[in-house]
């Protein structure tokens, strides 16, 4: 959601004269966009406003200067504390007003004097109005919002408060949205949204379409090849969109899921709305639906109150199900949210061990799951140059990065590819149609099929 954001605050600018620098360094206008959700991730926008201080400073002293902004969901939750703390910063916006940008940096110099600007009222509806995907940053893949912020208040979570009240789309802008990505060449389309398979964007005719209806319809337009959708909340997963899984050849078989713990006891706890034994029903739904689909989740470790056996039943979640990837986190106390105030908080080294021992098997998992993929062949779409000389890398299907040798030509095909080997997070291999090398043929020739 950051990244899509960032890229419309870019597109936003260009019609007034900016445009992206490599290096924050070199830049007028630099924006920190913040994310709140875990207290890491605040705590970095401090020490990178240090950073951006120093730089100011080296510009200042070659007679230029720098425009030091906050913007993001740290932005939305501490306002002008972030100006208190930090006075290098000129501006602090929420997520809900950067389409303001043009007219909050006029502001900022109005008369020859300086102020500061602080805009975290959540007027969501106005920013879709002026927003759309522009193209100019658009690459072969582009993320669409949909939906917005989310009312589920898992009681550990700040973004109800920061992203503000679910908001849908109406389908006609996402359509539209949609078409023009198509138009400057966007082959895979990933609609997002805090809650987004709880889509129910306004149709114009009275009535409210789901996610699934919507997908349905993003797989009429002409070149859209792929369409994903991330992130999604199980007790939200219904019929049309599961079965939108089994009918829409365009929607790949990759979902993520979050699940947070595999213990009933700290689902309640966390206002999950949902049990383990249905957690597991609905994925037992979905893959058969979608007997190749490829899983995904968060989780959180040591939320107040989890003992050695909730942490087992986590455990035993991730045995049954059989993750292809999955982010795990430290519970991380945010202020305000209803878990910070609960009793029984976790010790700091009981978390990072529990960590470790889940990671251990999410990996093991993962790693299955790409040593899995050798040998098969994969429709896989190309994005870009790789590192190496005359190599490019794609997604597969289950949005592993997939190497292969090959020619920026190919970016924006989608090709099949031959998997012949895996690491940690990627796979890499040939395109299918080109004869093996003799080697492979000799260990192919000695191996029943
Ligand atoms: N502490 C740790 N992890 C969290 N997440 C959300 N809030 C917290 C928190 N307070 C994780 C959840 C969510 C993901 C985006 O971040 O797993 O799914
Ligand atoms: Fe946060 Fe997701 Fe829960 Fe909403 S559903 S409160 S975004 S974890």
Same mark, same amino acid.
């Given at each position: 959601?950051?990244?899509?954001?960032?890229?419309?605050?870019?597109?936003?600018?260009?019609?007034?004269?900016?445009?992206?620098?490599?290096?924050?360094?070199?830049?007028?206008?630099?924006?920190?966009?913040?994310?709140?959700?875990?207290?890491?991730?605040?705590?970095?926008?401090?020490?990178?406003?240090?950073?951006?201080?120093?730089?100011?400073?080296?510009?200042?002293?070659? !007679?230029?200067?720098?425009?030091?902004?906050?913007?993001?969901?740290?932005?939305?939750?501490?306002?002008? /504390?972030?100006?208190?703390?930090?006075?290098?910063?000129?501006?602090?916006?929420?997520?809900?007003?950067?389409?303001?940008?043009?007219?909050?940096?006029?502001?900022?110099?109005?008369?020859?004097?300086?102020?500061?600007?602080?805009?975290?009222?959540?007027?969501?509806?106005?920013?879709?109005?002026?927003?759309?995907?522009?193209?100019?940053?658009?690459?072969?893949?582009?993320?669409?919002?949909?939906?917005?912020?989310?009312?589920?208040?898992?009681?550990?979570?700040?973004?109800?408060?920061?992203?503000?009240?679910?908001?849908?789309?109406?389908?006609?802008?996402?359509?539209?949205?949609?078409?023009?990505?198509?138009?400057? !060449?966007?082959?895979?389309?990933?609609?997002? !949204?805090?809650?987004?398979?709880?889509? @129910?964007?306004?149709?114009?005719?009275?009535?409210?379409?789901?996610?699934?209806?919507?997908?349905? /319809?993003?797989?009429?337009?002409?070149?859209?090849?792929?369409?994903?959708?991330?992130?999604?909340?199980?007790? /939200?997963?219904?019929?049309?969109?599961?079965?939108?899984?089994?009918?829409?050849?365009?929607?790949?078989?990759?979902?993520?899921?979050?699940?947070?713990?595999?213990?009933?006891?700290?689902?309640?706890?966390?206002?999950?709305?949902?049990?383990?034994?249905?957690?597991?029903?609905?994925?037992?739904?979905?893959?058969?639906?979608?007997?190749?689909?490829?899983?995904?989740?968060?989780?959180?470790?040591?939320?107040?109150?989890?003992?050695?056996?909730?942490? /087992?039943?986590?455990?035993?979640?991730?045995?049954?199900?059989?993750?292809?990837?999955?982010?795990?986190?430290?519970?991380?106390?945010?202020?305000?949210?209803?878990?910070?105030?609960?009793?029984?908080?976790?010790?700091?080294?009981?978390?990072?061990?529990?960590?470790?021992?889940?990671?251990?098997?999410?990996?093991?998992?993962?790693?299955?799951?790409?040593?899995?993929?050798? !040998?098969?062949?994969?429709?896989?779409?190309?994005?870009?140059?790789?590192?190496?000389?005359?190599?490019?890398?794609?997604?597969?299907?289950?949005?592993?990065?997939?190497?292969?040798?090959?020619?920026?030509?190919?970016?924006?095909?989608?090709?099949?590819?031959?998997?012949?080997? @895996?690491?940690?997070?990627?796979?890499?291999?040939?395109?299918?149609?080109?004869?093996?090398?003799? @080697?492979?043929?000799?260990?192919?020739?000695?191996?029943?099929?």
């Amino acid at each position: 959601m950051n990244v899509y954001d960032s890229e419309r605050m870019a597109d936003i600018l260009t019609p007034h004269g900016y445009s992206l620098s490599d290096r924050a360094d070199d830049a007028d206008l630099v924006i920190l966009n913040t994310c709140h959700i875990r207290e890491k991730a605040a705590e970095k926008v401090y020490s990178e406003l240090g950073r951006m201080r120093r730089a100011q400073q080296t510009r200042r002293d070659h !007679g230029a200067d720098m425009t030091i902004a906050v913007a993001g969901c740290v932005a939305q939750a501490e306002g002008d /504390e972030i100006i208190r703390r930090a006075p290098v910063v000129d501006m602090v916006f929420g997520p809900q007003t950067y389409h303001r940008l043009p007219e909050m940096l006029a502001r900022l110099d109005r008369d020859g004097a300086r102020r500061k600007i602080v805009e975290t009222d959540f007027p969501v509806e106005e920013k879709f109005d002026t927003l759309s995907a522009a193209g100019s940053h658009a690459g072969v893949t582009a993320f669409l919002t949909v939906q917005e912020g989310c009312d589920k208040f898992c009681t550990y979570c700040v973004v109800p408060y920061t992203r503000g009240a679910e908001f849908s789309r109406p389908v006609a802008d996402v359509l539209a949205e949609a078409r023009r990505l198509a138009a400057a !060449g966007v082959r895979e389309i990933t609609l997002l !949204g805090q809650n987004v398979n709880a889509y @129910h964007g306004e149709a114009g005719d009275g009535g409210n379409w789901t996610l699934g209806r919507l997908i349905r /319809e993003i797989a009429e337009i002409s070149g859209i090849a792929r369409i994903r959708y991330t992130t999604s909340y199980p007790s /939200e997963m219904d019929h049309d969109l599961i079965s939108a899984h089994a009918e829409v050849p365009q929607l790949m078989p990759y979902l993520h899921l979050p699940v947070q713990s595999g213990s009933d006891r700290v689902l309640e706890a966390m206002n999950r709305r949902h049990s383990a034994a249905e957690y597991l029903a609905l994925v037992d739904k979905i893959r058969t639906a979608r007997p190749d689909i490829a899983l995904s989740s968060d989780f959180i470790v040591g939320f107040p109150g989890e003992n050695r056996r909730d942490f /087992e039943a986590t455990l035993q979640l991730v045995e049954q199900v059989g993750f292809a990837q999955a982010y795990s986190f430290k519970y991380s106390a945010r202020p305000g949210t209803p878990a910070a105030a609960m009793p029984y908080q976790i010790e700091e080294a009981e978390k990072s061990d529990r960590l470790a021992v889940l990671q251990q098997l999410l990996t093991a998992q993962q790693r299955a799951f790409n040593a899995a993929c050798v !040998g098969k062949d994969f429709d896989i779409l190309f994005e870009k140059p790789g590192r190496a000389a005359n190599q490019i890398v794609g997604r597969s299907p289950y949005l592993q990065p997939v190497h292969i040798e090959g020619t920026a030509e190919l970016i924006g095909d989608i090709t099949k590819v031959r998997i012949t080997a @895996h690491g940690a997070n990627s796979l890499s291999g040939r395109p299918a149609d080109r004869a093996a090398p003799a @080697h492979d043929v000799a260990i192919r020739a000695g191996t029943p099929a």
